[in-house]
């Protein structure tokens, strides 16, 4: 797994997808092969070709499928539902409701036939693989499919995981061809990255077989329709654990989760209050699209509990790392019966059939005879003493114990599986019903295993479709929820994500084994349960083997009614009713009557409060008024002194000026007398 804080680039995502297609690829080879033994198809192509070149038939008797369908059928009829239980009692109408909306939306998608589909492939080839998504082509607010069956040939797992159903796997990925016009159209990012579209399947890269080249030599339909150029889009969901510190809040007394960064900032302030803390990881998961070694989209995972890509594991080849189902087991002692069988056809085919060894001249007619010679009603005509030229031959005999061969090939299927007849109800023989049972218990037993895995499969999901439910259609959508009265009605989904829960799968209560035996078990307990005055409870209808709609229509009949009310009796408690609405309504028109008054007393001494306010608004008006007229008197009279005072300067001025004048004037006539004087 990655670093701490490191990411994963697709050159990465590119070579976990190389190592698993080259670690799985002889399970890839022997899950097509079982697939085809699942279907019927028992003989290679190689086999077939042999045997029509020998004027063989391939007979398939497919005594597999008859035990592949019980296993299916047992698991349809004991269906598993997960159930959310509350840690807190007063929890219990929240997790009624959020068990309500899981079956609401299993309902939608056929969770249950898709999971079933998944076990089929499982028990066919050892893996099924189921996703959980939102879909919004459906529904554009968003649909939850609980559980989608996965193709098991299109999906490559981290071939290190040891765990069932893949629980301490690193990564998981989902390998699809999607045509370039989708892809281009779902992630436009795409079109940057380098065309390296390609049909090549990881098998064709095989030598070309051309045994059966000759059944096609004539054959132009494939010409002029190439298969369309597609990209190979890898879905790698993988977790990443970060490191964070959980800290103890003084004041709640909770844990606080805090990211390294975070609680670098805060350490030293936590160091010298004295608050502890603990150093641990948090898992992270993500979901990151790839073709080639280019990331085309990167998100968070649609859950942070885990894969919503999930496995279902049969049994463990530990050596190999691989994971194998029934087929396994029952592939030789299916494929050594349909041999045994084509063998003996060819035998009574070709063997002789009797005959005789005739002197030529015996027969009047040669070829007459021959064309007669097996005809019961034939007259063969001889010459006279042909009877002593005819001797007849011996006819071909079986070897001894061929049929105890046979024996042992019809019953090599269930000797290697571990399934006997009981369990397709075919056991050839007179036994009691009780050891039938119990031989059919049997084969279940060894079977415990796949169903364990499909529990744990149903139980690992849980989390999951809790946080995608929570996350993405807990928005106060209406959804169809039945009550424990048995009838239906529309209810708005919001749930408390405070709330603890505890997963658990139990079986449906409609699984029809299930409602059998319960009623057996019941009716054998009724006559001690009356003896000792314990009452059978209600909800014993639920178990009966009858319609669901019968069974919702007995338990409203079974529902407790009141009892109609003695008409007087009802008539006193109507007047006493009546009274105490009359009461209560007097007592509310007073409680009315003094809240009016209080509020009109209220809004009253609000008014004398405003009106004191507004006039001392009006006296701290007026004397900011008359101080401002004051304050302009002043700075008039200031500006007349100023004007005085210019004004007596000026003249002042003009004064000295004619002063001067008349000085410069004397002095001027002064000069000019003396001059004249001098002249």
């Not at 003996?344 to 009047?364: D, P, Q």
């Not at 709330?499 to 139990?506: F, H, L, M, R, S």
Request: aromatic share 8%; net charge negative.
């Amino acid at each position: 797994m990655a670093q701490e804080e490191n990411k994963i680039d697709g050159q990465t995502i590119q070579s976990w997808y190389q190592g698993c297609r080259d670690d799985s690829k002889k399970w890839r080879d022997e899950a097509k092969e079982m697939f085809d033994l699942r279907a019927g198809n028992q003989w290679t192509e190689t086999e077939i070709a042999e045997l029509n070149e020998k004027r063989r038939i391939p007979i398939v008797m497919n005594r597999v499928g008859p035990y592949f369908d019980s296993i299916i059928g047992y698991a349809a009829n004991n269906k598993k539902e997960m159930r959310f239980l509350p840690r807190g009692n007063d929890d219990l109408a929240q997790a009624s409701l959020l068990n309500e909306a899981v079956r609401w939306a299993d309902d939608l998608c056929c969770a249950n036939d898709e999971e079933l589909d998944a076990f089929d492939d499982m028990i066919t080839c050892g893996m099924g693989w189921t996703e959980s998504r939102m879909d919004y082509k459906i529904d554009p607010e968003g649909q939850l499919i609980t559980a989608e069956r996965i193709d098991p040939m299109e999906m490559y797992w981290d071939v290190n995981a040891r765990k069932r159903n893949l629980g301490d796997a690193t990564y998981v990925i989902h390998a699809k061809r999607y045509e370039r016009r989708d892809a281009e159209k779902r992630w436009p990012r795409i079109k940057d990255v380098t065309p390296d579209w390609s049909n090549e399947d990881e098998h064709r890269v095989e030598p070309h077989n051309a045994t059966n080249a000759w059944k096609y030599e004539n054959d132009q339909s494939g010409v002029g329709y190439p298969e369309p150029e597609a990209y190979l889009i890898l879905r790698c969901q993988w977790y990443l654990d970060k490191k964070v510190y959980r800290v103890s809040d003084p004041q709640s007394g909770q844990l606080v989760t805090l990211s390294a960064a975070k609680f670098g900032k805060l350490k030293d302030g936590f160091d010298q209050m004295g608050i502890k803390y603990v150093p641990g990881t948090e898992r992270h998961y993500y979901d990151t699209y790839v073709t080639g070694d280019q990331v085309i989209q990167e998100n968070e995972a649609p859950s942070n509990k885990g894969f919503t890509l999930r496995a279902m594991c049969a049994k463990r080849d530990r050596n190999k790392k691989q994971w194998y189902g029934i087929g396994r087991a029952v592939k030789d002692p299916q494929k050594f019966s349909n041999k045994f069988f084509s063998d003996i056809m060819y035998i009574l085919a070709s063997n002789r059939k009797g005959g005789a060894f005739v002197e030529t001249t015996a027969l009047a007619d040669p070829r007459q005879a021959e064309e007669d010679w097996n005809k019961p009603d034939a007259m063969i005509k001889l010459n006279r003493g042909g009877m002593a030229g005819i001797q007849e031959r011996d006819a071909g005999v079986f070897p001894t114990g061929l049929d105890r061969l046979m024996n042992y090939a019809i019953d090599a299927v269930p000797n290697t599986s571990g399934m006997n007849p009981e369990m397709i109800g075919m056991a050839d023989r007179n036994q009691p019903g009780v050891l039938e049972e119990s031989r059919k218990e049997a084969g279940l037993t060894i079977l415990a295993p796949l169903f364990s895995a499909k529990h744990r499969h149903t139980r690992e999901r849980g989390p999951i479709i809790f946080d995608m439910m929570k996350k993405f259609i807990s928005d106060g959508r209406l959804i169809r929820i039945t009550g424990d009265d048995g009838q239906q009605r529309q209810q708005p989904l919001i749930i408390d994500d405070t709330i603890t829960y505890d997963v658990i799968v139990d079986e449906v209560s409609n699984s029809p084994n299930q409602r059998q035996e319960v009623l057996r078990i019941m009716m054998q307990l009724a006559p001690t349960l009356a003896q000792a005055n314990v009452p059978i409870p209600p909800d014993i209808v639920e178990y009966m083997p009858f319609p669901n709609t019968l069974i919702e229509k007995w338990k409203q009949a079974l529902a407790p009614k009141e009892e109609a009310p003695d008409p007087k009796v009802q008539l006193e408690q109507m007047k006493i009713q009546s009274q105490m609405k009359q009461a209560e309504l007097k007592a509310k028109q007073d409680e009315m009557k003094m809240q009016a008054d209080a509020q009109k007393q209220e809004r009253v001494a609000m008014a004398e409060e405003q009106k004191h306010a507004i006039q001392i608004q009006e006296m701290q008006l007026d004397a900011a008024i008359k101080q401002e007229e004051l304050r302009l008197k002043a700075i008039e009279l200031e500006l007349k002194q100023q004007e005085m005072g210019m004004k007596a300067q000026v003249t002042v001025h003009e004064n000295v000026t004619d002063l001067e004048v008349a000085k410069l004037q004397s002095e001027a006539a002064k000069h000019k007398a003396g001059g004249n004087k001098d002249g």
